[in-house]
């Protein structure tokens, strides 16, 4: 098992996540002399949207490259299409830096699951031990970091949009740090790590017209990846009933309240915590 040695940072995939865009604006050469024995790469994906403070101009950059066949004519696809191109000029580790309106804590998102990208994840996690690691499979191939076989997404939270918060911007800072030095360094020596795995997406309760007759209830709001009983309640609703959710199993709940997903309706993803051998 070996990694490369060219490693691609992103920030600003999405225009409203300053965070990452801070380190890409203020810290490269730090990371350079840090880590002189990595080539590092930097990306400013969506430079249009960070103007105009928002998440994308046409639509979003981390799922544009599903779209790479079609005619699409949107920024997005065009930036797509050029990050594509630089990451498989050459085998690299691409790390993505987002964060999220949702009390994630600090996590990493896996989109290919193989040896490598969960061994990283794993070394990370032993360096930082609060680090969760999600596992979000990416058939479709959409997401930034899935144009190479290796790749993480560091996403913390929370974060308002178009804010920098300093512990945050620590975190994202300290986790960057210890994959780079884990790249360098890299070894196999893990069996086995615990990850949070994308099962199911639950929507908020529309109306006829698509508004929403519900928000998040406060049972659950903030208790990103706490275990959920197999019915709990997941939604109040503005004429004052609870509305239950039920599983068929104890499941854990991310991206709870996320801005981002509004449009779509999204409310929660649930996950299975589950140990993937290595
Ligand atoms: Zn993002």
């Known amino acids: 098992m070996i990694l490369p040695k060219r490693v691609i940072i992103i920030g600003g995939t999405h225009g409203n996540e300053w965070t990452g865009i801070t380190i890409l604006q203020n810290y490269q050469d730090f990371l350079k002399n840090k880590f002189p024995?990595?080539?590092?790469?930097?990306?400013?994906?969506?430079?249009?949207?960070y103007?105009?403070?928002k998440r994308f101009k046409d639509e979003d950059l981390n799922r544009s490259c599903q779209f790479l066949n079609e005619n699409r004519s949107t920024y997005e696809q065009k930036?797509?299409?050029e990050i594509q191109k630089i990451i498989q000029k050459e085998p690299c580790v691409v790390i993505d830096l987002h964060t999220t309106t949702s009390n994630m804590g600090n996590t990493l998102i896996i989109s290919n699951e193989n040896a490598e990208n969960l061994t990283l994840a794993?070394?990370?996690?032993?360096?930082?031990?609060?680090?969760?690691i999600l596992l979000a499979p990416?058939?479709?191939k959409k997401y930034l970091i899935s144009q190479s076989s290796f790749g993480l997404m560091i996403e913390v939270g929370p974060v308002p949009n178009n804010v920098i918060r300093p512990g945050p911007l620590k975190d994202s800072l300290n986790i960057l740090i210890s994959i780079l030095s884990n790249i360098h360094n890299f070894r196999v020596g893990i069996s086995e790590v615990e990850v949070y795995e994308e099962a199911c997406d639950v929507y908020y309760p529309q109306n006829q017209k698509n508004e929403l007759t519900a928000c998040i209830h406060e049972d659950i709001e903030g208790n990103d990846l706490i275990k959920l009983p197999k019915i709990f309640m997941a939604f109040q609703s503005f004429n004052g009933e609870e509305i239950q959710y039920e599983a068929n199993e104890e499941m854990y709940p991310i991206f709870i309240n996320e801005a981002a997903y509004y449009p779509s309706r999204l409310a929660f993803t649930l996950c299975r915590k589950i140990i993937k051998n290595i």
């Open 51 to 53: 103007k105009i403070e």
């Open 79 to 81: 930036r797509a299409i």
């Open 37 to 49: 024995e990595l080539e590092l790469e930097f990306i400013f994906a969506n430079p249009e949207a």
């Open 138 to 140: 990416d058939l479709l």
């Open 122 to 132: 794993g070394l990370v996690q032993e360096n930082l031990p609060e680090t969760k």
